[in-house]
């Protein structure tokens, strides 16, 4: 930063020029996107729907509304925004709303520039001091957005009429840069009405004052569809004013969120410890959040985050590594016994229908089922397993359960040759622990797909024969 100009008369020698702050926006857009790299990254499954929308407002030079309900990365996209400013940005020293030196607005850096003309000093502030960002709440004020007079200034000598004594709020301290509205509709709606002159007229007014200061902002809100009739609504000339709505979602295949989870989640590490989640789990997880979105028992007006997989995957694991370590074994690899640890990740994070209300656990346990007959069905064909349902039938049984060690799962498996192909196949791994997973995937399977007859007490199960 030393060699970069220091003063007004410096900058102008160096040949930089000012560029409005979607100008500049749309400048690193297109060479993102020349180069065949996303404009936002680390999100995943929007390449085909929402990314296309968003780089066409960029484009633009459009304010935006991201529409979509909760965990479908929207505050995530708008952060990820800062990446397509300008890394360094020169603004008139000790300026408060960081002012252009060739355009200054306010009343410090106006006075400043004409007393010291070509020798006022210049600061450079990075890309990521130029994002302001603010939850709108019920009781968000203009204050808080625009600005108000500070009491102290006052105090201090000034009459109430001097510029000098506002306090800038938030929108104009990211002047020249990129400021977001996360929930729009929890924004009482006089306090909207605030907003108009920023998206249109691009300036603020603060009472009292005859004062306009045309900032430079790009404004970029979030909102869930439902806020428009549950707790509040975006006025009409508001949602008016900006130029692009863009409709997320979640993730529309397994795979995706499969993706996400293992991007997000905090992985468990322990000294001693080998953890590894089999494909055949990680798949119920996320398989769990799927059915979550289309069952008639879930509220789907409040939607079912992604944050859910995330949660329920770390959780599984977290079980598998308490159930290990009780055990003394090495190595976690989730079960299909340590499922039912996910209704205390998934209770919280989901809202049951008025008519099941009370029914929270039966509910999440159906769900838990279901995930597992559909991952069963689509990784092993039913016929594969003739044989080992008419072994079963002959006498066999099989516990399961917490409080079974891996290496029990691995005797058994050995006075059952007609299961070992497909357990082992599954498993991906001779460790004992694996073994173990894929064995009780098998069995839950079959028992869920009526094949096998199963008897649950507690942690505990025994697989039978149906006869």
Request: charged share 30%; hydrophobic share 40%; proline share 5%.
């Amino acid at each position: 930063m030393t060699s970069r100009p220091a003063t007004l008369g410096q900058l102008r020698e160096a040949g930089w020029q000012s560029v409005p702050v979607k100008e500049e926006v749309r400048r690193n857009a297109v060479k993102r996107i020349a180069a065949g790299e996303p404009v936002v990254k680390g999100v995943m499954g929007y390449e085909d729907t929402v990314l296309p929308q968003l780089e066409n407002a960029l484009l633009a030079g459009h304010d935006i509304i991201l529409l979509g309900e909760r965990g479908q990365a929207k505050t995530r996209m708008i952060r990820s925004l800062t990446d397509l400013l300008d890394e360094w940005l020169p603004i008139v020293a000790g300026s408060e709303i960081n002012d252009d030196p060739y355009h200054p607005v306010s009343r410090h850096a106006r006075d400043l520039v004409a007393e010291r003309g070509d020798d006022t000093p210049i600061e450079w502030i990075h890309r990521d001091t130029r994002f302001g960002e603010k939850l709108a709440t019920p009781d968000t004020s203009i204050a808080d957005l625009i600005g108000e007079v500070d009491p102290i200034r006052v105090a201090e000598g000034r009459y109430l009429s001097d510029e000098l004594t506002i306090h800038y709020g938030l929108v104009p301290r990211t002047n020249r840069g990129i400021f977001a509205m996360n929930e729009l509709p929890d924004l009482a709606e006089r306090i909207q009405v605030g907003l108009l002159n920023v998206l249109e007229e691009r300036d603020v007014q603060i009472r009292g004052y005859k004062l306009r200061l045309p900032l430079d902002v790009m404004l970029v809100a979030t909102a869930n569809p439902e806020d428009y009739t549950n707790r509040g609504r975006i006025i009409t000339p508001l949602k008016d004013r900006f130029g692009s709505q863009i409709r997320t979602h979640y993730p529309l295949e397994i795979e995706t969120e499969l993706e996400v989870v293992r991007q997000e989640s905090n992985a468990l590490e322990a000294e001693g410890l080998r953890v590894q989640v089999p494909e055949f789990m990680a798949e119920i997880v996320a398989t769990l959040s799927h059915l979550a979105r289309s069952s008639s028992k879930i509220n789907q007006r409040s939607g079912v985050s992604v944050r859910l997989s995330i949660a329920n995957y770390e959780t599984l694991v977290a079980n598998a590594a308490r159930r290990a370590l009780r055990a003394g074994e090495p190595d976690v690899v989730p079960r299909v016994s340590d499922l039912e640890s996910l209704v205390s990740s998934t209770a919280g994070k989901v809202e049951i229908e008025t008519l099941d209300e009370g029914r929270d656990e039966h509910v999440i346990d159906q769900l838990v089922k279901q995930s597992i007959l559909t991952v069963f069905k689509s990784r092993c064909p039913i016929e594969r397993f003739k044989d080992v349902v008419t072994a079963f039938e002959e006498g066999v049984v099989v516990h399961a359960g917490d409080d079974v060690g891996s290496a029990r799962y691995v005797d058994a498996l050995a006075s059952m040759p007609v299961l070992k192909t497909p357990v082992m196949d599954l498993a991906g791994s001779e460790t004992p622990a694996a073994v173990a997973s894929a064995m009780e995937f098998v069995l839950e399977g079959l028992h869920l797909s009526k094949r096998l007859n199963k008897e649950a007490t507690g942690g505990r199960a025994t697989y039978r024969g149906r006869n």
